[in-house]
């Protein structure tokens, strides 16, 4: 289940050529709206274009394990 603020792993899409991290900002009922973490080089100005946000489908994303603090 995703939830806002989770990291997720997200597939190239129409706007961007390469998969990118990001995290959730608002959910809607089959998509998601996601704040660009980390992108690849070739995408930069395009992420910039976007104001580092996109919207991608529920089913084109995965979560990113969280890691242990300790």
Known sequence: ???VNDLVQCQ???NLKR???GQIEKIYERS???KI????IEDRWKVIEL????IVRMQSVALVPA???S
């Open 12 to 14: 190239p899409n129409g």
């Open 37 to 40: 973490i980390d992108h690849h």
């Open 19 to 21: 998969s990118f991290i």
């Open 1 to 3: 289940m995703l939830k």
């Open 32 to 34: 998601i709206m996601v």
């Open 67 to 69: 890691i242990a603090e």
């Open 51 to 54: 104001t580092g946000r996109v």
